[in-house]
């Protein structure tokens, strides 16, 4: 039959004060009183069968026992807090952002940096392709789906983009004709598809082939590996279009069906999560006229 362990509470009690000699001051580290501390001492010492501190009119002194048992214990705790200090998340500053895949993949990977410079603060983030299954207890959510209220990444619009390379030799905007010479890509789970759209981009979009993804991010990146022609998000193409490597194949970006839209949840790391919100929107905004000097050919 296995044995039951004294309460941890008595053992730090005796490392605190086997560390400051005193079990005033231990009681102080501890935010206890000076009896209670005492208690526990004796407590732990009719536990184990021992004593541990010489009582003396100026202070205390650790015995034999005491010597062999401090190390062991200052140890052990000391792996306890290895292993809890994770899970501290007002000790550590941790902020928790639920975003995603697509945003996390085209803004905040390549630029999350910018924002954790300079700042004492760590960051989880924690990715999900469909809304419904976006983990709870976050700091930050970045929702893909109907508005509900929230507040929008940037104008939710559509886009039609393509490598440069795949249509080399095309006149833009494309004619309906071209698109049936390229596969078409589209993302999976949103009601802006290529045969509910392509009457708002006044086209009539016929393929051979349709190549389905899981996520406006996933769409983004195929089309730039020049995989096909991407009706996708014009938020989630904007970083690739800011900087030459897709273009837009269509002069018009109608409004989409769903979006992505941004929540602050936080109650214990508000100030974090809310200066974080600022810099994405800023970042957003940055990238978007970045591509509008590109539209004008001042890049």
Not at 18 to 41: D, M, Y
Not at 192 to 199: I, P, V, Y
């Amino acid at each position: 039959m296995s044995r039951s362990l004294p309460p941890l509470a008595w053992f730090r009690a005796f490392e605190s004060a086997a560390e400051h000699q005193n079990f005033t001051a231990a009681a102080e580290e501890l935010g206890l009183t000076q009896s209670a501390v005492s208690q526990q001492i004796r407590q732990l010492e009719s536990r184990l069968g021992c004593r541990l501190f010489e009582r003396k009119p100026r202070g205390i002194a650790l015995t034999d026992d005491a010597r062999k048992l401090l190390p062991q214990v200052r140890r052990a705790i000391d792996t306890l807090r290895d292993a809890t200090a994770p899970y501290d998340q007002q000790q550590k500053g941790l902020l928790t952002i639920a975003t995603s895949v697509s945003v996390a993949q085209w803004y905040l990977a390549p630029q999350l940096s910018r924002f954790t410079a300079g700042r004492h603060l760590d960051v989880r983030l924690m990715t999900s392709v469909w809304p419904d299954t976006m983990a709870d207890g976050t700091d930050v959510q970045i929702r893909y789906g109907a508005a509900d209220g929230q507040q929008p990444l940037g104008s939710n619009r559509l886009v039609l983009v393509a490598s440069p390379d795949l249509i080399a030799g095309e006149v833009l905007p494309l004619a309906d004709d071209a698109f049936s010479r390229y596969p078409l890509i589209q993302a999976v789970g949103t009601t802006d598809t290529w045969g509910h759209s392509a009457e708002k981009f006044s086209i009539k979009a016929q393929s051979a082939s349709v190549l389905y993804v899981d996520s406006h991010g996933l769409a983004v990146d195929l089309a730039r590996s020049g995989a096909g022609i991407a009706l996708t998000s014009e938020l989630i193409a904007m970083p690739l279009l800011a900087t030459g490597e897709l273009v837009a194949v269509s002069e018009l970006t109608p409004p989409s069906e769903d979006g992505y839209y941004l929540n602050v949840v936080s109650q214990g790391a508000r100030d974090a999560a809310e200066e974080f919100a600022r810099w994405l929107l800023a970042e957003i905004t940055r990238v978007a006229g970045d591509y509008q000097l590109r539209q004008k050919g001042e890049v």
